[in-house]
């Protein structure tokens, strides 16, 4: 019973973040503004690294959490360059 409780609530887990990957998707590509679209990039690593989790709880292996690691380490330099280049119009002074 509480095998069939974590299949499901992985599996319903999985489809709602890719539904929030497929609207930062949409935002990256239609976003009025680079700050929209950088502020989608965001969600979208932050869903993906989410996304890497579920499928490593889901496998049994932890490999994944450290892959998932590793997208939220380069998310967030990714995330600050781009902000510092939108602010300043460079990323290296």
Do not use: C
Request: net charge neutral.
């Amino acid at each position: 019973m509480s095998e069939l409780i974590l299949h499901w609530g992985l599996m319903t887990a999985q489809i709602i973040i890719a539904l929030a990957m497929g609207f930062a998707a949409y935002r990256i590509v239609i976003g009025p503004r680079a700050q929209d679209r950088v502020l989608a990039l965001d969600a979208f690593y932050v869903a993906a690294m989410l996304m890497l989790m579920l499928f490593g709880i889901r496998v049994g292996t932890a490999i994944y959490f450290e892959v998932a690691l590793v997208i939220g380490i380069l998310g967030f330099v990714g995330t600050v360059a781009l902000a510092k280049f939108l602010m300043r119009g460079e990323v290296i002074e």
